[in-house]
Nanobody, 122 residues
Framework: QVQLVESGGGLVQPGGSLRLSCAAS????????MAWYRQAPGKERELVAG???????KYMDSVKGRFTISRDNAKNTLYLQMNSLKPEDTAVYYC????????????????WGQGTQVTVSS
């Protein structure tokens, strides 16, 4: 069993930055594909960014050039650096991890965190 705990969300003004973290329990974090998803009120959950166990990354079009996903296998932690935030980035952000490529393909992984709220507003 793997537990994922997100942190780093909050209220930020448009144009600001936040860094989300996702701490994973267990010793097999490095074997998992990892991703960040988000869900805004009244909308479906969507893939924001993913990173494979081989450090290959992918991003949704609307965050390319603004968000950066990374992982530190020594610390069992996944990150999402978010710059130039826009009001439309407002959502609950979830960390997910799994052994299959579905993790970064829009479906998500086996394990999910509880989510962290990101609100972009002036």
């Amino acid at each position: 069993q793997v537990q994922l705990v997100e942190s780093g969300g909050g209220l930020v003004q448009p144009g600001g930055s936040l860094r989300l973290s996702c701490a994973a329990s267990g010793s097999i974090f490095s074997r998992y594909h990892m991703a960040w998803y988000r869900q805004a009120p009244g909308k479906e959950r969507e893939l924001v960014a993913g990173i494979t166990r081989y450090d290959v990354t992918k991003y949704m079009d609307s965050v390319k050039g603004r968000f950066t996903i990374s992982r530190d296998n020594a610390k069992n932690t996944l990150y999402l650096q978010m710059n130039s935030l826009k009001p439309e980035d407002t959502a609950v952000y979830y960390c997910t991890g799994g052994a299959t490529i579905a993790t970064i393909s829009g479906i998500g992984g086996t394990y999910w965190g509880q989510g962290t709220q990101v609100t972009v507003s002036s």
